[in-house]
């Protein structure tokens, strides 16, 4: 299963969203978002913009008020 995807992305610039199940504690995620600016010095490091742990009702939680923004 895929655990990240680019959430922007053109010639310069990418956002990328991750989640990953931790195994402490025990039912929880990292949540995280970051960037890559690619005319830096170092095109595909990283640099973190978000970086969140939360349990399952919480990232149902985000991605229920993203749909409904979304979907509305």
């Known amino acids: ?21 931790l195994t402490t504690p025990v039912g929880a ?7 890559v600016w690619r005319r ?6 990283e640099q973190t913009a978000l970086e969140i742990t939360l349990d399952k009702g919480g990232l149902i939680a ?5 749909d409904e923004m979304v979907l509305s």
């Open 29 to 35: 995620y990292n949540f995280a978002i970051s960037s």
């Open 62 to 66: 985000l991605r229920n008020l993203i």
């Open 40 to 45: 830096a010095k170092s095109p595909t490091d």
């Open 1 to 21: 299963m895929k655990s990240n995807v680019a959430i922007f992305e053109n010639s310069d610039f990418a956002y990328i969203a991750e989640v990953r199940k």
